[in-house]
């Protein structure tokens, strides 16, 4: 079982509508969860990051966790053509001793918003 | 934000070459510099993580004599690809980081394209 888990897609939704993307992950000890959008060719940029059950809003993007279901999500509101992407999930794995943990990155759903 | 960046963008060398990608904070001294690969169509594999002054700390799989990581500076790190072949083509891209919260946001490199002949 792969520990981050994503739909590759392509999800595609009309200009305006809320586009929502879905990440599981297998770590119960993860402790962090992002969401980056890539463009192709590109590097990943974070949109934003979420550590609590429940939902986090920043402007047009909502992330929601859950960790009992081991469930992270992410909506976008209003969605954009400019939004059409890649949006990859990552899981924060942990410490290493005393430098930083790691990021496991899911394959990413890619994101097609139509005009 | 933080600002990362890597050079070269782009690289194309032939078979049995050796390829060096530098990575650079230039706003923050990064504690912490990490190495992904991504191949067209994958995921960000993460290769190796650096701390400034000690020996990179290599993921399962990853060969430690053929990419070698260089993290000589708080600013600077760097992957060398040692003879390097056409499966080695790839995107490669660093982050940095500092801080320990268990909720570090690391700040990604542009990338560079290593194509091998």
């Known amino acids: 079982q792969k520990e981050v888990e994503q739909n590759s897609g392509p999800l595609s939704v009309p200009e305006g509508a809320i586009a929502s993307l879905n990440c599981t992950y297998s770590?119960?000890?993860?402790?962090?969860f992002f969401w980056y959008r890539q463009y192709s060719g590109k590097s990943p940029e974070l949109i934003m990051f979420?550590?609590?059950?429940g939902d986090k809003e920043d402007g047009r993007f909502t992330a929601q966790l859950n960790k009992a279901s081991q469930y992270v999500s992410l909506l976008i509101r209003d969605s954009q053509p400019s939004d059409s992407a890649t949006y990859l999930c990552?899981?924060?794995?942990?410490?290493?001793?005393?430098?930083?943990?790691?990021?496991?990155f899911g394959k990413g759903t890619k994101l097609s918003v139509k005009p | 934000g933080a600002v990362v960046s890597q050079h070269p963008s782009r690289v194309i060398c032939k078979s049995g070459t050796s390829v060096k990608i530098e990575c650079r904070s230039l706003?923050?001294?990064?504690?912490?510099m990490f190495w992904y690969r991504q191949f067209p169509k994958q995921s960000l594999m993460l290769m190796a993580t650096?701390?400034?002054?000690?020996?990179?700390?290599?993921e399962q799989g990853v060969e430690k004599d053929k990419f070698l990581i260089n993290h000589a500076s708080l600013t600077l790190s760097t992957l060398t690809v040692t003879s390097a072949h056409p499966e080695d083509s790839s995107f490669y891209i660093c982050?940095?980081?500092?801080?320990?919260?268990?909720?570090?946001?690391?700040?990604f490199g542009p990338g560079t394209r290593l194509t091998v002949l």
């Open positions: 770590d119960r000890g993860s402790q962090s």
């Open positions: 706003d923050f001294q990064a504690t912490t």
């Open positions: 990552a899981a924060l794995k942990g410490y290493y001793g005393g430098s930083q943990g790691n990021l496991i």
């Open positions: 982050s940095a980081t500092w801080g320990d919260s268990s909720y570090n946001e690391q700040f």
């Open positions: 650096s701390n400034e002054g000690s020996k990179a700390t290599y």
């Open positions: 979420i550590y609590s059950n």
